[in-house]
T-cell receptor, first 114, second 119 residues
Framework: DSGVTQTPKHLITATGQRVTLRCSPR?????VYWYQQSLDQGLQFLIQ???????AKGNILERFSAQQFPDLHSELNLSSLELGDSALYFC?????????????FGEGSWLTVV | AQKVTQAQTEISVVEKEDVTLDCVYE???????LFWYKQPPSGELVFLIR??????QNEISGRYSWNFQKSTSSFNFTITASQVVDSAVYFC????????????????FGGGTRLMVKP
């Protein structure tokens, strides 16, 4: 158990809908990350927050947004969902914002868009 | 741009065999970090090890060992006396500082190697 908690574990939704994935980082970690794992793209970095502020952005679609709240939990919002958004979405956390911090991953949220 | 290549997409071994998973990386940074993660069939990503670019000492942890060679930009992972529970997808990853005023952290993953250990 990495200490990173993600909910929901599984989610099935229809195209065009909007979903929110939630993440609680490990105790004491200030940095939160979101990654997407799909069959065709592999593991892709989406976005990083550190202590409430966006720190780095990867290949995150405009239909996707994220935020980190004062209690350090984070949410990833996915809107206007398409079939291709079906993937395993990981949240991860680390103590530091920079590469000196080891990144620990949660168990992931399986999203299926039908 | 950084890149991680795991040329072996799938490896199948019989229990108790030794197996080495290859990882080759590309980076222009002099300071970087390398990782291995394990993804069992249940899906979670489990951290195994992290190495700094300035520390080329090999590491052993039980049946696991890692060989870091800067000269060949490789960070290979060996499982000795493999067991069925080792069956998983293994990912090698590279981390560089993101160049801006507030350094961030981004892992670049290889495509993964699926290891199947048969009884």
């Amino acid at each position: 158990d990495s200490g990173v908690t993600q909910t929901p574990k599984h989610l099935i939704t229809a195209t065009g809908q909007r979903v929110t994935l939630r993440c609680s980082p490990r105790s004491g970690d200030l940095s939160v990350y979101w990654y997407q794992q799909s069959l065709d793209q592999g593991l892709q970095f989406l976005i990083q927050y550190y202590n409430g502020e966006e720190r780095a952005k990867g290949n995150i679609l405009e239909r996707f947004s994220a935020q980190q709240f004062p209690d350090l939990h984070s949410e990833l919002n996915l809107s206007s969902l398409e079939l291709g958004d079906s993937a395993l979405y990981f949240c991860a956390s680390s103590t530091l914002a920079d590469p000196r911090g080891t990144i620990y991953f949660g168990e992931g949220s399986w999203l299926t868009v039908v | 741009a950084q890149k991680v290549t795991q040329a072996q997409t799938e490896i199948s071994v019989v229990e108790k065999e030794d197996v080495t998973l290859d990882c080759v990386y590309e980076t222009r940074d002099t300071t970087y970090y390398l990782f291995w993660y394990k993804q069992p069939p249940s899906g979670e990503l489990v951290f195994l090890i992290r190495r700094n670019s300035f520390d080329e000492q090999n590491e052993i942890s039980g049946r696991y060992s890692w060989n870091f060679q800067k000269s060949t930009s490789s960070f290979n992972f060996t499982i000795t006396a493999s067991q069925v529970v080792d069956s998983a997808v293994y990912f090698c990853a590279l981390s560089e500082a993101i160049s801006n005023n507030n350094a961030g952290n981004m892992l670049t993953f290889g495509g993964g190697t699926r290891l199947m250990v048969k009884p």
